[in-house]
């Protein structure tokens, strides 16, 4: 069975470019949740989606955009790139939403690298 | 007060030795905690998780969930430097919408 799927897996921008991450969730799973993994910072949540909709969001600014896609595969998008969003932007999926039942288990992707200079 | 608190460590152990990992949590409605490893430069993996109160075994883990006093704590016997990791603590929190909510980590070292 497939894991979580993430490209690209290394990126390079400057800053002001934009940039469009994807995730493939594991077969079956519905719900894609985005989070930010930098050193200062830990795993910052960024929103989640299940059946194209966006059930959550985190307290990001609105350069942070995501979406969701009938086969439940899900892009990021970061525009206006700064320096500061240089990062691990890791991927997740689940069965259900977060707040579905206690036994929704997060698997991750092994994460996009962001290096914006 | 950040809604999942961990300390950073590093915590160091010897080889063989129990390793016990702790993480606090502000939301009281919490329902749910995960225990996550990430190696470095890899991402996170799950260990295990509750949602009861009281122990939780799994082979060399045991979760334990105290709900009156908010904490999780994670413990690991016979400690092997290949446990050297960051441990992630994770809260299902109604508070911010049952998103689940990450703990910034504690680094463990076995030593050798």
Known sequence: KAGVTQTPRYLIKTRGQQVTLSCSPISGHRSVSWYQQTPGQGLQFLFEYFSETQRNKGNFPGRFSGRQFSNSRSEMNVSTLELGDSALYLCASSLEPSGSSGANVLTFGAGSRLTVL | ?112
Not at chain 2, 16 to 25: E, H, P, V
Request: net charge neutral.
């Open chain 2, 1 to 112: 007060q950040k809604e999942v608190e961990q300390n950073s460590g590093p915590l160091s152990v010897p080889e063989g030795a129990i390793a016990s990992l702790n993480c606090t949590y502000s939301d009281r409605g919490s329902q749910s905690f995960f225990w996550y490893r990430q190696y470095s430069g890899k991402s996170p993996e799950l260990i295990m998780f509750i949602y009861s109160n009281g122990d939780k075994e799994d082979g060399r883990f045991t979760a334990q969930l105290n709900k009156a006093s908010q904490y999780v704590s994670l413990l690991i016997r016979d400690s092997q430097p290949s446990d050297s990791a960051t441990y992630l603590c994770a809260v299902n929190s109604r508070d911010s919408s049952y998103k689940l909510i990450f703990g910034s980590g504690t680094r463990l070292l076995v030593r050798p």
